[in-house]
């Protein structure tokens, strides 16, 4: 079986480090938020591999090094190679970084070292350049840009380390600022990144810092309507698309950040039809049917979910698209409904975030499709989603709306909700604290006393004694009045 | 409506044959005029921005900045959605729909709409109402055994309320500060018939809970009729730590010797703010 030529890359925490990690994870995640409510969640990647990551020594001053080293590198004849090693440790501190750029030509002799004739010497140049461009400093990451030309141009190269290296530098770079993406887009980086895919297709390493740099691209906010509708136009959506099944745990980095493109695209895009016509819905849905079996088998250090949101998003907002007479034409509908019952039941204890999304999905899916509301019914699945109905933050009300979806279809399936037990459990929903759960229960209980005279007596029956109580005590006027009409139904 | 035959299904949005067609039925009949269940099935567009997307892209950034921990070694705790008492000034909530129902079922069920005091049961309610609200009742307890003993099955009768009281003591060995007992007091009379004239409307007051509900009787509201509640409470209170010269029947020996026990209630306790422990445990009890 073929493997790709893995770089080993080493993360930055031990296994022994779980305690500190989870605290930086929680401080970070107090940052994360708030730059999400400030529109500018944006992250860069810093490329370590195993040999970088020794302690760097303890020096006196960091100027003085930087200083010491950009003579020693300018001078004829010196031993670059070892000077550009020094200097690429130096410059993973900020301090240093700084004076980096504050000296006269600096970046000019990186670029020269970066386009010169020593292979190892371009190497470790472009390592100086990545560890620059993921400085947080604009200015410190704006300095690089007399490197990005040779950058682009390498792309075409084949050693992976390099290609990596130029390709991650690049992604943080986009993220500088407007007048750099600028000069990215004018320099030609979408048919840089296009070929690339299509040349390096076998290298998934590669193929997940190309895919990283156009999610950078994607992600910003100005001119994102130029960048999609050039990006539309390239090969890169297909090629997305078909890294998304990951071989075995070695491309599930490339399918993450492709699945990441690509909901970014399907969210910024206008032309969906496009989209549709290449197979996107098709794609991210029979992906996310085969992920629902592999997530039942969850091992440890899973991070399957951070592909699975990307193909969930992709898939919830495609379907909005999608003409309902058509759909079956890009979703296999009994899998993926099955899939994501599956997906709801895996996640709604460890992730309740990704449980509301997939039920956002399966809300979707079922909104104007008969055949997927049948589908629910057929494969069993409305007691695992009763099962869901006291579970809040969100699931609940869209879980609610997937059996009203239902109910709103037929009689015939509101008589079949009805004897699977729907009732019982609507009893309950009509005395919960949450209001719209209450009123979407008042939806489903008068769709369900239309449907016959049987259910009618049924739900008088055994929810009469509730939605009494909803008529004498709950605390908004509509929802009494509903539940009063409601009631004047179920007596005539 | 009949039922309709078997129909092959098909997806809504398709064209049908006819205006008969039962699923084309079904959709005139969901949105008859002037039908406030306005529901229909949306398809849910989301915007990358949306809030719903938030804790999906933290996760992805932790990840792009070598932070993230795979949930399954995380245990996060299932949030429910509460169940609320909608009863007027209770504001108490409850996570297992069993909690929720005890509670009402303990402190909003079987009240009488005369004095709003709340009953375990529909059977100490009638009892409650003939003895202190059926002027019918006071004429005939002149001259006939009229108070019906408190434990069902047991159908005797007796001249007053105090005889009853120790049967219940003696017989079947209830505690003489038995909740569910309280003689009538002449002195609360006058406030709780003003409350007789007033309409209840649903449920627009608390009631007045026998030994139960700090949520019931903490002062929440500024309504009038809150504070008069509070008020008959407090004066009960009052009335209670009041005795032992408990009740003022005409009877003041009893027949059989006085047991040892006292009518004194204990001053910490105070009828309408008492707490729920000591109701479960009478509760378990009467069952």
Known sequence: MWRPNIIHRRSRWHQNNMDELRLRRRENERALRQDRRDRQLLSK???????????????????????????????????????????????RDPAAQLSFIKQENSVHVLVGLLTGFDAQCRLLAVRCLHELSYSPDTNVASACMPSTPYLLTYLSGQTTKFTEMCLYTLGNLCLA????????????????????????????????????????????????QEIVSIVMASSLPSHL??????????????????????HYLVSSSEDHRNLLARGALLHCSSQLVTLSVAVTQRK???????????????????????????????????????????????????????????????????????????????LNLVSSLIQLLPVSQGINTMVL???????????????????????????????????????????????????????????????????????????????????????????? | MSMPEFVQFHDVSAGSSGGTHPIEAWMQQLSEDGNPFTFTPQILHLHKDHELFEDGDIQRHLY?????????????????????CHIFGCHARFNLLQEYEHHYNSLHRNMCSSCRRCFPSARLLDIHIQEWHDSLFAVLAQKQDMYLCLVEGCEL?????????????????????????????????????????KVIEPIDDVCQ???????????MSDQPEKEESMEVCEKEAAHMEDMPTPVQDSEVNTPTSKPQSSYRIPKSVCFGHGSSRGFRGQRGRRK
């Open chain 1, 45 to 91: 990647r810093l490329l370590l591999y195993e040999e970088e990551t020794e302690a760097t020594m303890e020096t006196a001053s960091r100027e003085q090094d930087v200083v010491s080293l950009l003579c020693k590198l300018q001078r004829r004849g010196s031993a670059k190679e070892i000077h550009l090693k020094a200097l690429s440790k130096v410059l």
């Open chain 1, 177 to 224: 600022s407007k007048a750099v993406k600028e000069k990215l887009l004018a320099q030609g980086i979408i048919p840089a990144l296009a070929s690339c895919m299509e040349n390096q297709r076998h290298n998934l390493a590669v193929v997940e810092a190309v895919a990283f740099t156009l999610s950078q691209l994607l992600q910003t906010r100005d001119s994102v």
């Open chain 1, 241 to 262: 698309l078909s890294f998304l099944t990951p071989d075995s745990e070695f491309g599930l980095g490339a399918a993450i950040e492709c699945a990441w493109c690509l």
């Open chain 1, 300 to 378: 440890q250090q899973d991070k399957t979910e951070l592909l699975v949101c990307p193909l969930l998003r992709c898939v919830g907002n495609l379907l909005y698209f999608c003409p309902v007479q058509d759909l079956s034409k890009h979703v296999a509908i009994i899998q993926l409904v099955g899939a994501l019952c599956v997906l709801l039941n895996t996640y709604q204890h460890s992730s309740p975030s990704l449980a509301r999304e997939t039920a956002w999905v399966l809300n979707n899916l079922t909104a104007h499709s008969t055949k997927c509301c049948s589908a629910v019914l057929t």
């Open chain 1, 401 to 492: 709306r997937i059996f009203a979806n239902i109910a709103h279809k037929s009689k015939e399936l509101c008589i079949w909700l009805t004897q699977l037990g729907l009732l019982a459990a609507l009893c309950s929903t009509l005395k919960m604290a949450d209001q719209e759960m209450v009123t979407l229960s008042l939806d489903v209980l008068y769709m369900m006393q239309l449907s016959s005279p049987q259910v009618k007596h049924q739900v008088l029956r055994e929810g009469g004694a509730s939605l009494q109580e909803v008529i004498q005590c709950n605390s908004e006027r509509a929802i009494r009045q509903k539940a009063s009409l409601l009631m004047d139904k179920l007596l005539t």
């Open chain 2, 64 to 84: 792009l900045r070598d932070l993230y921990i795979s949930e399954t070694e995380e245990k996060t705790t299932l949030s429910v959605s509460e169940f609320a």
């Open chain 2, 157 to 197: 009768k007796f001249r007053t309320a105090k005889q009853r009281k120790d049967h219940l003591i003696r017989i079947h060995k209830y505690p003489p500060d038995f909740r569910f007992d309280k003689p009538k007091k002449e002195r609360g009379n006058k406030d709780r018939r003003g409350q007789e004239q």
């Open chain 2, 209 to 219: 809970s026998e030994g139960v509900c700090e949520d019931i009787c903490n002062p």
